[in-house]
């Protein structure tokens, strides 16, 4: 790209860094230190404001990079991503959001633990929610990365490493200084840019058409040299049974994998009630679906405009399609318009990375201090040195995040975040439900359906094409595949359910009625919620 590409992109960038920091700065002087202050924003938000966090905090560079590249390469396949998305706030909105603001106080432990045997409940939720977290900041970092390259020419491999350092640097900022308040703030400025930005990119694309949509499917199909096939299923998952079973267990993960992601549930504790809770995801559910829509029409726009074949030659796994988009719709790469647009996305998908990392790192947080610090610690340990300990994990925890978003550069960021949701799908969805709607269940039984979801999911990942065994792996040059599906959902979600099931019917510990009782009254009617 261009000197005028990089210097206005990263003014505009720099401009959202400092906005950001001035809330962070300015959220810090206001706080009283509290756990709920850190964890919760005091519960002082209004539905329509988390409603905007919580599409702030799911809209993420997989959706903006991730999803739009797949659908420029792949066509109706890459839609898949699209649908499991938005089908998953169904689940969200009718099974958990008011159950889970009811039963909880920051964390998905605090739901589980209210009736079961906290410790062992508490250790095996808190390690499932870290690991959840971990996985999705990596697809964060990667998105980073790649954006970098782009921007500055895809000849600087250390500069692409240094910008994934920096926003880990940046997100442990937001975080250990502002807690949830100021995380919740930079979600929502972040939201209103990201729907501005499609909005804007959306227009354009069905001006260059007439408004023609078929127009717009026919030229991408053109484009792209497969022809018809590219508007039909198959494509890329429909190369044999593996590919549809691929398929199967990937939309099983995006569908089932929302309602077990930490730092979507740990939203609904910022509002006052659960009938706020509800609001949210009400606000949630429109602001996505109208996203989401538009992805599809600018990734159709990148395959008929930009082409696949520019959009790999710029980055192999599709992650840089929007921005090439946006410097072809305002005029080219000389042209001011085309600089402008360019450095206009490339700032707001700067953002939407920044933004999404500091939640998740926020929620990741919490689970090790709320959950695993506070299990493990000696009872006489003062309850405040909890939020210390918050901020010291986000450290942790991002160090971790840059390790692994340098390792995994290469892999398309929605295909990553695919992983993070079977794994939170696999591990923590089972518990979850299981917790809340069936009276027999024991704390055996919720440590292995924990156990039982995760590891499996971990493992079978570590075994599958994404770590070795071909060209795109991790390891490419060595190969102990063993499990032919990239995602692991297909096998690794039955098997959370089924061992929460067996550890309950085999436990000696007979389930506690009452306990049950108490939940399932405050869960459905908010008595005794915090």
């Known amino acids: 790209m261009t000197g005028n590409h990089q210097t206005l992109a990263l003014l505009l960038f720099s401009a959202f860094v400092a906005v950001t920091l001035a809330i962070t700065t300015w959220v810090s002087r206001n706080r009283h230190g509290s756990a709920e202050e850190f964890y919760a924003g005091g519960r002082?938000?209004?539905?329509?404001?988390?409603?905007?966090?919580?599409?702030?905090?799911?809209?993420?560079?997989?959706?903006?990079?991730g999803v739009t590249g797949l659908i420029s390469l792949y066509g109706y396949d890459g839609m898949l991503y699209v649908v499991g998305f938005l089908v998953a706030w169904l689940v969200v909105l009718f099974l958990v959001a008011e159950l889970v603001r009811n039963c909880g106080r920051f964390t998905l432990a605090d739901v589980v633990a209210a009736r079961?045997?906290?410790?062992p409940v508490r250790i095996a939720v808190g390690t499932s929610s870290v690991t959840v977290s971990v996985l999705y900041l990596v697809a964060q970092m990667v998105g980073a990365g790649s954006l970098v390259a782009l921007l500055l020419g895809g000849t600087s491999e250390a500069a692409r490493n240094w910008t994934v350092i920096g926003v880990g640097a940046l997100m442990v900022i937001y975080v250990s200084l502002g807690g949830m308040r100021a995380t919740t703030w930079i979600q929502i400025v972040k939201a209103v840019l990201l729907l501005g930005g499609a909005i804007a990119l959306t227009v354009l694309v069905l001006v260059r058409f007439h408004g023609d949509i078929n127009q717009l499917l026919r030229s991408a199909a053109q484009r792209s040299g497969h022809g018809a096939a590219f508007l039909?299923?198959?494509?890329?998952?429909?190369?044999?049974?593996?590919?549809?079973?691929?398929?199967?267990?990937l939309g099983l993960a995006l569908v089932l994998g929302t309602a077990g992601l930490p730092h979507i549930l740990s939203r609904f504790y910022t509002v006052p009630t659960a009938r706020?809770?509800?609001?949210?995801?009400?606000?949630?559910?429109?602001?996505?679906?109208?996203?989401?829509l538009m992805t599809i029409v600018?990734?159709?726009?990148?395959?008929?405009?930009?082409?696949?074949?520019?959009?790999?030659?710029?980055?192999?796994?599709?992650?840089?399609?929007?921005?090439?988009?946006?410097?072809?719709?305002?005029g080219g790469a000389n042209s001011t318009g085309g600089t402008v647009l360019f450095a206009i996305v490339a700032a707001i998908a700067f953002a939407t990375i920044l933004a999404v990392v500091a939640g998740i790192t926020l929620a990741s947080s919490a689970s090790v201090a709320h959950d695993l610090y506070a299990s493990l610690r000696r009872r006489h340990a003062k309850?405040?040195?909890?939020?210390?300990?918050?901020?010291?994990?986000?450290?942790?925890?991002?160090v971790v995040a840059i390790a692994l978003g340098l390792l995994a550069r290469d892999l398309n960021v929605a295909f990553l975040v695919g992983l993070?949701?079977?794994?939170?799908?696999?591990?923590?969805?089972?518990?979850?439900?299981?917790?809340?709607?069936?009276?027999s269940f024991t704390t055996r039984g919720a440590v292995w359906a924990v156990y039982g979801g995760l590891v499996p999911a971990l493992v079978l990942v570590l075994l599958s094409p994404v770590v070795s065994g071909s060209p795109e792996s991790l390891f490419p040059s060595v190969d102990f595949q063993y499990f032919p599906l990239q995602n692991p959902g297909l096998v690794s979600?039955?098997?959370?359910?089924?061992?929460?099931?067996?550890?309950?019917?085999?436990?000696?510990?007979?389930?506690?009625?009452?306990?049950?009782a108490e939940t399932e009254v405050r869960a459905l009617t908010g008595a005794g919620a915090v």
């Open 232 to 249: 039909a299923p198959g494509l890329k998952y429909g190369g044999g049974w593996t590919a549809r079973f691929d398929f199967i267990s």
């Open 383 to 398: 309850p405040r040195s909890e939020v210390a300990v918050a901020r010291t994990a986000a450290v942790g925890i991002g």
């Open 276 to 292: 706020a809770a509800r609001r949210s995801v009400v606000w949630a559910v429109g602001l996505i679906g109208g996203f989401y």
């Open 493 to 516: 979600i039955p098997l959370g359910f089924l061992a929460g099931w067996l550890g309950t019917v085999t436990s000696a510990e007979p389930p506690d009625e009452a306990k049950h």
């Open 44 to 65: 002082l938000f209004s539905p329509m404001e988390n409603g905007f966090a919580i599409s702030g905090d799911y809209m993420s560079a997989a959706s903006f990079l």
């Open 298 to 330: 600018l990734g159709f726009g990148a395959a008929a405009i930009v082409g696949p074949d520019a959009v790999r030659g710029s980055n192999a796994a599709g992650n840089t399609a929007v921005p090439l988009l946006a410097l072809d719709l305002g």
């Open 116 to 119: 079961m045997s906290e410790r």
């Open 420 to 439: 993070a949701f079977a794994v939170a799908a696999s591990a923590n969805l089972p518990v979850l439900l299981y917790s809340l709607f069936w009276r």
